[in-house]
Each structure stands twice: as structure tokens, then as C-alpha cells.
């Protein structure tokens, strides 16, 4: 065993970064060696003064990063340079040769989309009129994929209105370009305290002061709102009122309403985020809908269709067009037309209706397993959603709850990514669609619900 202890004094931030971080460093400058193994988590949380989940986090941060690998009874050693340079940086799905089980990342389950893609993409070589898409397109997207985008829309509840769709590289390129045109560095943007940390990036991205509002279980309060909006700084209000990440809570009609008013009352500019909207059976009237001259519609088939095709729309309000198809040409020229031809195909073949009742009906079945197994604790959901909340019971705190899972080979998600304000709950979002299979699911929710039966002094000292 290695005599390591890593000098932690000059790091700041969560400790178990800084653990990975000096392993990092250590590999790096030579002190660690390919091969080497480290001290047992119990020893050097003890030399470190810290819980044993803390190194155990750590330890499963190191490994995510390609640094070390765990065998079971012997311990954990440092990867050979070889082995960590073949390690992907972000293991977005686990793989075929290794158990671990991913409740952290939020979307549907694959079903056959694999081969529905090689059979659209197989049909597309096949037409002789893909030449006019292999060259640059309008920056707002090519007519027929803006039609098609409006489809989606229409579904959940906006006006038919193509020419207000300006095609984007996914949600997540929609949410940048709309903020990237409506702000400048140091205003002030509104968000659910609890939110998701993809607008955190873009606000950090674009020097933007993102500041909290408090939610209930239907989401944006709107004194809470009110009461921001009154302070007279605010430019515009991000949220997510359907299945709202992460707690899952999802907004009533009335209460968007009385939104929209307020935001109407102060001039603040709302983005609407509806990437889970597909998912719910009957879709409240979108809040954008209710404020159409100041509200822009985010939305994608990332979540419905398939991640990898990086498409998603922006319904703006109609004065905004061409502002928003500009600033797409500014940050990608264009969106990728061969995945929105993909993406078009489908939903004028039924392809994407299809997947839309597979992933409602997917998502009913998983929470149902949810429900089953953590009976008796306490999480907030809403029918059809694939992501729940999970308040943790004292006196777990949700990074030791973390880090017991890890050694388990089950990734979980603390709040701490997701909040605005300083106050973090010792919580969780439990993504119910990342495993592959319902049987992987109840074993990835068995781990959770046995730890929280255990307890975290059971865990704290328990061998690792």
C-alpha cells in the first residue's frame, strides 16, 4: 500500500474535488505510479480528519475520471498511463463492461430508436433531394424543418405559427442563444432556487446574475416571483413548468397565468424550458402561450426522439425572429439539417408519436417501480414524469449518501448542482430512465432504498 496523504490546504470547493484533484496531481508529477495502490478509504478519511463517504466519493471520482480503478477484496490502484488515456472523460451511459448503475442523468429509455435511426438516416441517402440539404440552410432552419418543429409545439398547446420556429442545435443551444440575445453581461436573470444547472452554465458562460426564487409543489411561487420582480432589476424569468427539473413538480394553468401577468406587469421577458413536456398526457396551456409577446418556447427531441440528434426549436415572440436566427448563425451558422430531416421524417411518419407513447407509457411503469420499492419514504413526483425527488431523512447528508451508493456501483445526484441560492436540501433527483432495463432500475433503487434503511452511521462504518 502507498503512503499517500494528499495536502488539501490551498483547495476550495467540495472536498471530495480536491481529494480527485490531488490524485490528479499526484499521478501527474509522479508520486502516484501506474500500479500503486492506495490507502483503504477508512484510513485516509481518518488521516484526513473527514467521513468515510467524502474519500469514497472521492475514490468514485477518480475512477469516473479514468485515475483508478476498485477491484473488489484488494483495493483501488492507479491505472497504467495507457489504460487512463482510453478512459472517456464523462461516462455519459454506462457500458458493457462494467455494473454501474446511473440514476444521475435525465432522460428516456432507448428503446429502438437505433434502428429507427439507421432505417431514417438509410432513406435519406437513399432521396435524391438530400443534395439541397448538404449545404448551408437560412439560419432560422430550413422551411419544411421549421414546419415540422411547429408540430411539436402545436402538441403541447402553442399557436401553429412556423414562422415564428428558429431551429437550434438542441435545448440547451435554444436556452444560450435567447439569453446571448437578451442580455448583457451583469443582468439580473430569475430561476426556480432549484434549477437546472444547464441555465447555471449559460449564465456563468455569459456573466449573467442568476438569482433564486422560491418554489412549492407546483413550482414558481408567484409572490416569491412578484417579490423579485418588484426590486425593479430583473430581465427575465427562466423556468421550467412541466416536470420541472428537478423536483418533477408541475405547474397548474391558473398558476401560469398569474405568471404571465406578473411577468407582463414588470416587463420581464419569460424562457420557457419544455424539454419532459411531450410527456404528459394532457400538457397544461404552456405559460409562453399565455404571454406571447414577451415569452420565448424552448424545446427539443433530445429527450422524445434521441439525444445524439442535437435538435431543438425556439418559439419566439414575433418581433424576436430574426434577432434569435442571427444569433444561431453567430454560434453555430446553422443547426445540423440532416439530424432535422431526421427529426421531420419522423414526426411526419408517426415515427416520433410512436416514441412519445413509449416513453409515456415507459414512464408510468418505472415510477410505478419507484413507488413500489421506496415506499415508506418520502419523494415528490407527478404522473409521467422520469425524474424524482427525494428529500433524504435526517441526519443524512446527501454527499455521505452519494458516496455510500458509489461504493455500491450506483451513481446518484446530489441538489447541490442545482441550486441558485446558498441553501442546498440534503436531497436527491433519482433519474428513473437512464437504466435500460425496469430489472436494473429496481436494483439501482434497491441499493437506495436498503442505504436509507441502513442509515448513515450503519453506513459511516461500515468495511469499505
Not at 439560419?139 to 415540422?148: I, N
Amino acid at each position: 500500500m502507498t503512503i499517500w496523504k494528499p495536502d488539501l490546504s490551498h483547495h476550495t470547493g467540495p472536498l471530495y474535488l480536491a481529494i480527485a484533484d490531488a490524485m490528479a496531481a499526484g499521478i501527474e508529477g509522479g508520486e502516484l505510479k501506474a500500479g500503486d495502490r492506495l490507502p483503504p478509504q477508512r484510513i485516509l478519511a481518518f488521516d484526513l480528519g473527514l467521513t468515510v463517504g467524502t474519500v469514497t466519493r472521492a475514490y468514485a471520482e477518480a475512477e469516473r475520471r479514468g485515475l483508478v480503478t476498485g477491484e473488489v477484496g484488494r483495493g483501488t490502484y492507479v491505472r497504467s498511463t495507457d489504460t487512463k488515456r482510453t478512459q472517456p472523460l464523462f461516462s455519459i451511459r454506462h457500458g458493457e463492461t462494467t455494473e454501474l448503475l446511473d440514476l444521475s442523468l435525465n432522460y428516456p429509455v432507448e428503446g429502438n430508436r437505433g434502428l429507427l435511426f439507421a432505417q431514417a438516416t438509410a432513406a435519406i441517402a437513399r432521396d435524391p433531394a438530400v443534395a439541397s440539404l448538404l449545404n448551408y440552410q437560412p439560419a432560422a432552419g430550413h422551411p419544411r424543418h421549421r414546419a415540422a418543429a411547429t408540430e411539436l409545439a402545436v402538441r403541447v398547446g402553442m399557436p401553429r405559427d412556423p414562422e415564428r420556429i428558429v431551429v437550434c442545435s438542441g435545448a440547451q443551444h435554444g436556452i444560450t442563444v435567447v439569453f446571448g440575445s437578451l442580455c448583457r453581461p451583469g443582468d439580473v436573470v430569475l430561476a426556480e432556487e432549484l434549477t437546472y444547472p444547464g441555465i447555471i452554465a449559460v449564465a456563468r458562460l455569459l456573466n449573467l446574475r442568476l438569482r433564486g426564487v422560491a418554489i412549492d409543489g407546483e413550482g414558481l411561487r408567484p409572490d416569491a416571483f412578484e417579490a423579485a420582480c418588484r426590486k425593479g432589476d430583473a430581465k427575465a424569468l427562466y423556468c421550467v413548468p412541466t416536470y420541472q427539473n428537478p423536483t418533477s413538480a408541475v405547474m397548474s394553468e391558473s398558476r401560469r397565468a398569474e405568471i404571465a401577468n406578473i411577468a407582463r406587469k414588470y416587463s420581464v421577458v419569460v424562457v420557457e424550458d419544455d424539454v419532459y413536456g411531450f410527456l404528459h398526457d394532457n400538457h397544461p396551456k404552456p405559460l409562453s402561450a399565455f404571454l406571447p409577446e414577451s415569452a420565448f418556447f424552448v424545446s427539443s427531441a433530445s429527450k422524445s426522439m434521441m439525444p445524439a440528434l442535437r435538435i431543438g426549436f425556439v418559439m419566439t415572440p414575433p418581433s424576436m425572429t430574426e434577432t434569435i436566427a442571427e444569433t444561431v448563425r453567430t454560434t453555430s451558422w446553422m443547426a445540423s439539417p440532416i439530424a432535422a430531416e431526421v427529426m421531420t421524417r419522423w414526426i411526419e411518419d408517426g415515427t416520433a408519436a410512436d416514441l412519445v407513447r413509449q416513453h409515456r407509457a415507459e414512464s408510468r411503469a418505472r415510477l410505478a417501480i419507484a413507488e413500489r420499492i421506496l415506499a415508506g419514504y418520502s419523494f415528490q413526483s407527478a404522473p409521467g414524469t422520469f425524474h424524482i425527488w427525494m428529500p433524504l431523512p435526517a441526519p443524512w447528508s446527501a454527499d455521505d449518501f452519494v458516496g455510500r451508493a458509489a461504493t455500491r456501483n450506483v451513481r446518484l445526484i446530489p441538489a447541490k448542482p442545482f441550486a441558485v441560492t446558498g441553501m442546498v436540501p440534503q436531497s436527491l433527483r433519482l433519474c428513473l430512465g437512464s437504466p435500460r432495463t425496469r430489472e436494473e432500475l429496481e436494483t439501482a433503487l434497491g441499493v437506495v432504498a436498503k442505504l436509507l434503511a441502513s442509515g448513515p452511521t450503519a453506513a459511516r462504518f461500515a468495511v469499505v
